[in-house]
């Protein structure tokens, strides 16, 4: 597993604004019914990555307009509660992202919440470069954190290791520290190294 010092990755260095999946009509992705991007590349590297496959920048095909499309029409549906981004690193996918979260933001407004994994943690996020920021603002819910295979537990809700957590995006940024989600079930079963204190 790689630690970046904040603004060592840039996504404009990175990126090749390729999309590794996209999946609609999902439930495993977050709250509800979900339609989920996978974006391509990660440098995290995590031991036992359940996707290291997606962690090559030019795996799957160019991110293109037709899928943004795709992707508007299938939220338009009213059973759809949101949209996620995974990967790979969606924060070293900054540019195909912001596309989809700012289109998104402008066809349904709140109405549809966004989800995202990442690898980075909130508070590194925050130390991060413009980009990451913007995208974080965009979001509602962050699972945040390396994998880390010592601390894998199946049993977590949504995350695979207990450093991971749940975060309302907009609480924390208004609250300048990580607020775990508050449908979070099981943030008692998080490891005491991932709980930060003021």
């Known amino acids: 597993m790689r630690n970046p ?19 609609p009509f999902n439930f495993v992705d977050g709250e509800g019914v979900r339609n989920s991007l996978y974006v391509s590349g990660c440098l995290f590297a995590c031991e036992g990555c359940f996707n290291k496959a997606v962690q090559n920048f030019h795996y799957g095909q160019p991110f293109n307009e037709a899928l943004l499309e795709t992707i508007l029409t299938d939220l338009n549906h009213d059973y ?18 912001l596309t989809v979260v700012r289109a998104v933001r402008d066809t349904f407004g709140q109405k549809k919440d966004i989800w995202s994994w990442s690898g980075y943690t909130f508070e590194e996020l925050l130390l991060e470069s413009q980009d990451k ?66």
Not at 80 to 97: I, M, S, Y
Not at 176 to 188: E, H, P
Request: charged residues 25%.
């Open 80 to 97: 759809v509660q949101g949209l996620t981004l995974l990967g790979g690193e969606p924060f070293l996918n900054t540019a195909v992202c």
């Open 133 to 198: 920021l913007d995208l974080l603002a965009e979001l509602d819910v962050l699972v945040d954190g390396r994998f880390e295979l010592a601390k894998r537990d199946l049993s977590l809700q949504f995350r695979g290791s207990s450093n991971q957590r749940i975060l309302d995006v907009p609480q924390s940024l208004e609250q300048k520290k990580a607020v775990i989600w508050s449908k979070c079930m099981d943030a008692n079963k998080l490891d005491e190294t991932s709980v930060h204190q003021d």
């Open 5 to 23: 010092k904040p603004k060592e990755w840039l996504s404009s260095e990175y990126s090749q604004q390729y999309i590794a999946d996209y999946k």
